[in-house]
């Protein structure tokens, strides 16, 4: 039987093996860490270099993705980081609302975590789950054709990248920013168009990538009220909206006029 003694005022709490069992990876507290041991040889445990930045507060929970490619880490910072196993660089970070108290990878690679707050999630792409925007999200809408997914807020709309494992997308997200967008806004079923409500108004068309915006028509006239929900019609030709003045309006995508 072997000992693991944790470095100076460090206690051990979580810890799990990875799938293969070549490596025992522990939490702590008092300096919040995740410590990493090579344990090829049970008798003879070595350290290895794993994750360099601290938590918030407590590590309470540690777990392996099927593959061993993904570490998951939970805190009671209300945060779990998501680790890569082959350099132990972080690759993404789910916050919560609250202390995580577990963190479990199944079966199927889904990641399900539990907080201090009642909830149970349940987390298929977390990696990518999570992007960073300027402000609150107001509509998120994904195009069942293309599978683009756009979230819209307060002065943008950010093309959001969700890849098929857990591992983050390679290339950065494009981003549109104008101040006179409300937050209303989509993608239409096509995957062709963003349409977006502005502070006048009016509903503004693009093309859907967001990285080189082209705006192709806005509608005419007054909409109801400062707008705050769009929705495309599945045929992606026909626009709904509804606003501050309480009603609704249907304006056809195709009849948009020049800018």
């Known amino acids: 039987m072997s000992t693991l003694t944790m470095p100076g ?4 709490r979580p810890l799990t093996f990875a799938p293969d069992s070549s490596v025992l990876v522990v939490g702590t507290v008092v300096d919040n860490l995740v410590m990493v041991w090579d344990v090829t040889d049970p008798a003879e ?3 290895l270099e ?4 601290p938590f918030g507060s407590w590590v309470n929970a540690v777990s392996f993705s099927v593959d061993g490619d993904v570490l998951a880490a939970g805190a009671s910072d209300d945060t779990v980081r998501l680790y890569d196993t082959a350099d132990w660089s972080e690759i993404g970070t789910l916050p919560h609302g609250g202390i995580v108290s577990g ?9 399900v975590t539990t907080a201090d707050d009642g909830a149970v999630r349940v987390w298929t792409e977390p990696a990518e789950g999570f992007v960073t925007t300027p402000h609150t999200v107001f509509n998120v809408t994904t195009s069942g054709e293309s599978g683009a997914t756009v979230a819209v807020g307060p002065g943008f709309a950010r093309s959001v ?3 098929g494992g857990f591992l983050p997308a390679q290339e950065e997200p494009a981003i549109l920013r ?3 967008i409300t937050g209303a806004g989509g993608i239409s079923s096509s995957g062709e168009h963003v349409a977006l409500a502005r502070d006048d108004g009016h509903i503004a068309v693009y093309g859907a990538d967001l990285s080189d915006p ?3 028509g806005r509608t005419r006239g007054d909409g109801p009220g400062v707008m705050t929900d769009l929705a495309w019609a599945p045929d992606s030709e026909t626009l709904a909206a509804v606003g501050t003045a309480s009603s609704s309006s249907s304006t056809p995508a195709m009849r948009l006029g020049p800018r």
Do not use: H, I
Request: proline letters at 10%; a negative charge; glycine letters at 6%.
């Open 9 to 12: 005022d460090a206690r051990a």
């Open 214 to 216: 082209s705006l192709e």
């Open 178 to 180: 104008e101040d006179e």
């Open 50 to 53: 794993g994750p360099d930045q």
């Open 103 to 111: 963190a479990e990878f199944a079966d199927d690679d889904t990641l």
């Open 161 to 163: 990248s969700v890849p």
């Open 45 to 47: 445990p070595d350290g």
